[in-house]
């Protein structure tokens, strides 16, 4: 036993080891292995990878695309996070796709991030900040000997933007302003010269600072601002200095050119040129004998659309205009109707789109307006008008009435009412615009059904107005002897009234089965071998009642029956004046006939009674059509 225990001990381990073999190898192939069923795509399936064309952005912004890999089977649908991010239409789709978008311009120094989201998916889309415009208010000063402390003023384009100020030389030295943000002030100290004239450079904001000391010349500027309008020109600056004192101007932009008075000496005039512009606002500096003059061009931004006018059919839908801008000029779109909607590009900056979306339509065509970068969209849209009517078919009485018809149509949707009936006219609402009603009157009918059709808003109305026939039969009933023959009655109606003759007697035969207005109905009545019998023939719809004596005559022999309470047998001679049949037919449950229900001529009729355990009591047998009575008296109880 102990021997079989120790090799069952290392089956099991032997075993456990190779399950451990086995789930460490299933484990490494997990990543390829994959798991199909029918009931749609698994989330591992639906995986996305998204890859941005375009990103990252400068500060005038731009557009991009964002291409979306993931199997064909799996939907997906974008959106951010950033105002300033816009995607275009589509945004959704199902497998392998791409998505437009654009970024809009930064005004700020700082950049900026925003993500655009795909399902599960988060793509970051970055975006560089305004470069920082930093000026100084001079690039020359000029101290005399004894030196002294000196400020040069530091403009920036925004609070965030950082800036400097250092020394080249020991004998200048940053009092305050060493480091600072946005616009401020760099103010120095320059030690007292005892040696000939010298010049130091101080680089604050980047700009590089020429200081002169013991030279004696000194500079002022007429103007150190401008603000030129977007087409641009000449303006002059005057330079008032020493006579002898040389001076220089220059343009730090491509968009400023000096055209007279690079160079000078003593006072004078140095003349500039400003570009015209075809973008958003700017500004650019120019040094005129070390002082810096500011130039602000207003913006020059022009802007043209791909097209002005749209037609749109009546389902509505989608509709693009491109935008055609120089860079950094922002433009928005709006429309003016509530039947066209901004989808995408409701504001952009440069060459852009915008996609608007026109409404469906079930009324009359139209047309509307949209402004896009300052330009007049038209668009028109056609003819939407659906109609219907209700109910569509009517049933009216004979009599005289009036019928409406309610017609469902768009607002501003024309439409017309017309009969070619005779006997139905319009009498209001021959026409109409939008929801709206119709009056037919029908006359009065005396004649047989009819029917026929009305044209409302292009619909088929169909008018069926019942029979108003009416009937008279005389005479409306006929006595005949035994021996039968022919009846007939008279039939009074309008002319084109249809009528027929039927009856369910087997004895009565119709001549004239049917006729159409004033007529007369035949019909022929067989003998009667039978006893008296009763037929209806229908005429026109009324009853025709048709009694007919027998051919023979009939006596019951003895008259009636008597029975004492307990009962009996009876026996009844039928005698028949002719060869005629006939029938007894008992009327009592406790009559029962035992012999001679039928017969032809003279019979003899036999019934029972049973024994009567109540009180006195009176029956029939109908016997060739007469009754024939039966008494049978009750149980007497003795009273001592």
């Given at each position: 036993?102990?021997?079989?225990?120790?090799?069952?001990?290392?089956?099991?381990?032997?075993?456990?080891?190779?399950?451990?073999?086995?789930?460490?190898?299933?484990?490494?192939?997990?990543?390829?292995?994959?798991?199909?069923?029918?009931?749609?795509?698994?989330?591992?399936?639906?995986?996305?990878?998204?890859?941005?064309?375009?990103?990252?952005?400068?500060?005038?912004?731009?557009?991009?695309?964002?291409?979306?890999?993931?199997?064909?089977?799996?939907?997906?649908?974008?959106?951010?996070?950033?105002?300033?991010?816009?995607?275009?239409?589509?945004?959704?789709?199902q497998g392998e796709g791409a998505v437009r978008f654009s970024v809009g311009a930064n005004g700020e120094a700082t950049p900026r991030t925003g993500a655009i989201s795909v399902n599960d998916q988060r793509l970051e889309i970055s975006q560089a900040g305004k470069p920082c415009e930093l000026t100084v208010s001079s690039n020359h000063e000029s101290v005399d000997g004894a030196g002294g402390d000196l400020s040069v003023n530091v403009r920036a384009?925004?609070?965030?933007?950082?800036?400097?100020?250092?020394?080249?030389?020991?004998?200048?030295?940053?009092?305050?302003?060493?480091?600072?943000?946005?616009?401020?002030?760099?103010?120095?100290?320059?030690?007292?010269?005892?040696?000939?004239?010298?010049?130091?450079?101080?680089?604050?904001?980047?700009?590089?600072?020429?200081?002169?000391?013991?030279?004696?010349?000194?500079?002022?500027?007429?103007?150190?601002?401008?603000?030129?309008?977007?087409?641009?020109?000449?303006?002059?600056?005057?330079?008032?200095?020493?006579?002898?004192?040389?001076?220089?101007?220059?343009?730090?932009?491509?968009?400023?050119?000096?055209?007279?008075?690079?160079?000078?000496?003593?006072?004078?005039?140095?003349?500039?040129?400003?570009?015209?512009?075809?973008?958003?606002?700017?500004?650019?500096?120019?040094?005129?004998?070390?002082?810096?003059?500011?130039?602000?061009?207003?913006?020059?931004?022009?802007?043209?659309?791909?097209?002005?006018?749209?037609?749109?059919?009546?389902?509505?839908?989608?509709?693009?205009?491109?935008?055609?801008?120089?860079?950094?000029?922002?433009?928005?779109?709006?429309?003016?109707?509530?039947?066209?909607?901004?989808?995408?590009?409701?504001?952009?900056?440069?060459?852009?789109?915008?996609?608007?979306?026109?409404?469906?339509?079930?009324?009359?065509?139209?047309?509307?307006?949209?402004?896009?970068?300052?330009?007049?969209?038209?668009?028109?849209?056609?003819?939407?008008?659906?109609?219907?009517?209700?109910?569509?078919?009517?049933?009216?009485?004979?009599?005289?009435?009036?019928?409406?018809?309610?017609?469902?149509?768009?607002?501003?949707?024309?439409?017309?009412?017309?009969?070619?009936?005779?006997?139905?006219?319009?009498?209001?609402?021959?026409?109409?615009?939008?929801?709206?009603?119709?009056?037919?009157?029908?006359?009065?009918?005396?004649?047989?059904?009819?029917?026929?059709?009305?044209?409302?808003?292009?619909?088929?109305?169909?008018?069926?107005?019942?029979?108003?026939?009416?009937?008279?039969?005389?005479?409306?009933?006929?006595?005949?002897?035994?021996?039968?023959?022919?009846?007939?009655?008279?039939?009074?109606?309008?002319?084109?009234?249809?009528?027929?003759?039927?009856?369910?007697?087997?004895?009565?035969?119709?001549?004239?089965?049917?006729?159409?207005?004033?007529?007369?109905?035949?019909?022929?009545?067989?003998?009667?071998?039978?006893?008296?019998?009763?037929?209806?023939?229908?005429?026109?719809?009324?009853?025709?009642?048709?009694?007919?004596?027998?051919?023979?005559?009939?006596?019951?022999?003895?008259?009636?029956?008597?029975?004492?309470?307990?009962?009996?047998?009876?026996?009844?001679?039928?005698?028949?004046?002719?060869?005629?049949?006939?029938?007894?037919?008992?009327?009592?449950?406790?009559?029962?006939?035992?012999?001679?229900?039928?017969?032809?001529?003279?019979?003899?009729?036999?019934?029972?009674?049973?024994?009567?355990?109540?009180?006195?009591?009176?029956?029939?047998?109908?016997?060739?059509?007469?009754?024939?009575?039966?008494?049978?008296?009750?149980?007497?109880?003795?009273?001592?």
């Amino acid at each position: 036993m102990a021997t079989v225990a120790h090799r069952g001990a290392n089956l099991s381990r032997s075993l456990l080891a190779a399950l451990v073999a086995a789930a460490l190898l299933t484990s490494a192939c997990g990543s390829s292995s994959q798991i199909d069923t029918v009931a749609g795509p698994s989330p591992a399936k639906c995986g996305l990878q998204l890859t941005a064309e375009g990103a990252p952005f400068p500060a005038a912004g731009g557009s991009g695309s964002l291409r979306i890999d993931t199997a064909r089977e799996c939907r997906w649908s974008a959106k951010t996070d950033a105002p300033w991010v816009t995607i275009a239409q589509p945004a959704e789709g199902q497998g392998e796709g791409a998505v437009r978008f654009s970024v809009g311009a930064n005004g700020e120094a700082t950049p900026r991030t925003g993500a655009i989201s795909v399902n599960d998916q988060r793509l970051e889309i970055s975006q560089a900040g305004k470069p920082c415009e930093l000026t100084v208010s001079s690039n020359h000063e000029s101290v005399d000997g004894a030196g002294g402390d000196l400020s040069v003023n530091v403009r920036a384009s925004a609070a965030q933007c950082a800036w400097t100020a250092s020394s080249s030389v020991s004998w200048i030295s940053i009092v305050a302003g060493r480091e600072g943000r946005g616009s401020g002030a760099v103010t120095f100290h320059v030690e007292a010269v005892v040696g000939p004239p010298r010049t130091g450079n101080l680089t604050i904001a980047g700009q590089n600072v020429q200081v002169d000391q013991g030279t004696g010349c000194s500079y002022a500027i007429g103007v150190d601002t401008f603000s030129v309008e977007s087409a641009g020109g000449d303006r002059q600056v005057p330079v008032t200095t020493s006579a002898g004192c040389p001076w220089t101007a220059e343009s730090r932009v491509p968009w400023i050119t000096v055209t007279s008075g690079a160079t000078g000496s003593g006072p004078g005039v140095a003349s500039f040129r400003v570009a015209p512009a075809d973008t958003a606002a700017r500004t650019g500096t120019l040094s005129v004998a070390g002082r810096t003059v500011t130039v602000t061009q207003s913006p020059g931004c022009t802007y043209a659309v791909g097209a002005e006018t749209f037609s749109v059919d009546a389902a509505g839908g989608d509709r693009q205009v491109a935008v055609t801008a120089g860079p950094g000029c922002a433009w928005t779109a709006e429309s003016r109707v509530p039947w066209i909607t901004i989808a995408s590009g409701a504001s952009g900056s440069g060459a852009g789109a915008v996609v608007f979306r026109v409404a469906a339509s079930d009324g009359p065509g139209r047309s509307g307006t949209l402004i896009v970068a300052g330009r007049t969209i038209t668009v028109s849209q056609a003819l939407g008008c659906t109609y219907s009517i209700a109910p569509g078919a009517v049933n009216v009485s004979a009599q005289a009435g009036t019928t409406t018809i309610q017609v469902d149509a768009g607002a501003g949707c024309a439409w017309t009412a017309s009969s070619a009936l005779p006997w139905a006219t319009i009498t209001g609402g021959a026409s109409g615009s939008g929801p709206g009603q119709v009056q037919i009157a029908t006359a009065a009918n005396d004649g047989p059904a009819r029917s026929g059709t009305i044209a409302i808003a292009g619909r088929s109305l169909s008018v069926a107005q019942a029979s108003g026939c009416t009937f008279t039969i005389a005479p409306s009933s006929q006595d005949l002897a035994g021996d039968g023959g022919n009846v007939a009655a008279s039939v009074t109606t309008a002319t084109a009234c249809p009528w027929t003759v039927s009856t369910a007697a087997d004895w009565i035969t119709v001549a004239t089965p049917s006729g159409t207005g004033p007529g007369q109905a035949s019909f022929t009545v067989k003998p009667n071998l039978s006893p008296p019998r009763s037929g209806t023939v229908s005429i026109a719809g009324r009853p025709f009642a048709v009694n007919q004596a027998s051919q023979c005559s009939w006596l019951l022999l003895p008259p009636f029956h008597e029975f004492g309470d307990g009962g009996g047998n009876g026996n009844v001679l039928v005698i028949v004046s002719g060869a005629c049949s006939w029938t007894a037919v008992s009327n009592a449950s406790w009559i029962q006939i035992t012999a001679g229900s039928s017969g032809v001529g003279n019979g003899l009729l036999q019934f029972v009674v049973p024994r009567n355990t109540g009180g006195q009591r009176t029956g029939t047998i109908t016997v060739a059509g007469q009754s024939y009575v039966v008494r049978q008296q009750g149980v007497t109880s003795d009273v001592r």
